[in-house]
């Protein structure tokens, strides 16, 4: 069974700090994708990136990165310099590569920027 | 116009009431999802269909069913609904041919009194 768990319930920041959400996963698949999907508080789900099991490479866009590490079935995500419209919930997901690739989610990450 | 729309998007009901909420999609998927959100739970799957004729369980889904009326929609029925099914329920669909990239419909605010 997959899973994915954000240990991190909430988390709040002043304007400008960086921040890291963690993502920690569970699969017996060896090929598999993961994803961030962010929640802003008018409630619709924003894709922000796949990432699948054979691609390691970190990935930067804008103020935006991504650690992936298999070795530890981690999936990180840092926000750089963050700003107020960064508030929102922040989830983690998993998909097999093969079957029904449904997606699990972690239950999320609450992230509020406090100007 | 939105690739994936879901009607009603905001829903006050009564216990006990039947409900359904429904989801359309002009992407052309074959595969559809309904999904669940309950605050600190996340995302949970509840049923989803790779087309017409198949319909299949997901994480959650006791108290309720689903019909695929035809490729483009999936409708999510609420028997008899109870105040633990209040929730922000999502529709999904993806592509056979990228089935890991599913897109989401805006999400359909249920409150069950």
């Known amino acids: 069974a997959q899973k994915v768990t954000q240990a991190q319930t909430e988390i709040s920041v002043v304007e400008k700090e960086d921040v890291t959400l963690d993502c920690v996963y569970e699969?017996?698949?060896?090929?598999?994708?993961l994803f961030w999907y962010k929640q802003p508080p008018s409630g619709e789900l924003v894709f922000l990136i796949r990432?699948?099991?054979?691609?390691?490479q970190n990935e930067i866009s804008g103020r935006y990165s991504w650690n992936f590490q298999k070795s530890t079935s981690s999936f990180n995500f840092t926000i750089t310099a963050s700003q107020v419209v960064d508030s929102a919930v922040y989830f983690c997901a998993l998909s097999e590569a093969r079957g029904y690739s449904t997606l699990t989610f972690g239950k999320g990450t609450m992230l509020l920027v406090s100007p | 116009d939105a690739d994936v729309t879901q009607t009603p998007r905001n829903r006050i009901t009564k216990t006990g009431k039947r409900i359904m909420l429904e989801c359309s999609q002009t992407?052309?998927?074959?595969?559809m999802y309904w999904y669940r959100q309950d605050p600190g739970l996340g995302l949970r799957l509840i049923y989803y269909?790779?087309?017409?004729?198949?319909?299949n369980k997901g994480e959650i889904s006791d108290g309720y069913s689903v019909s695929r009326q035809a490729q483009a929609k999936f409708s999510l029925s609420l028997e008899s609904a109870i105040p633990n099914q209040t929730a922000l329920y999502f529709c999904?669909?993806?592509?056979?041919?990228?089935?890991?990239?599913?897109?989401f419909g805006p999400g359909t605010r249920l409150t069950v009194t």
């Open positions: 992407k052309g998927h074959d595969r």
């Open positions: 699969t017996r698949d060896t090929t598999y994708y």
């Open positions: 999904a669909t993806s592509d056979p041919g990228q089935p890991y990239e599913q897109y």
């Open positions: 990432r699948n099991s054979f691609d390691e």
């Open positions: 269909s790779f087309d017409v004729k198949d319909i």
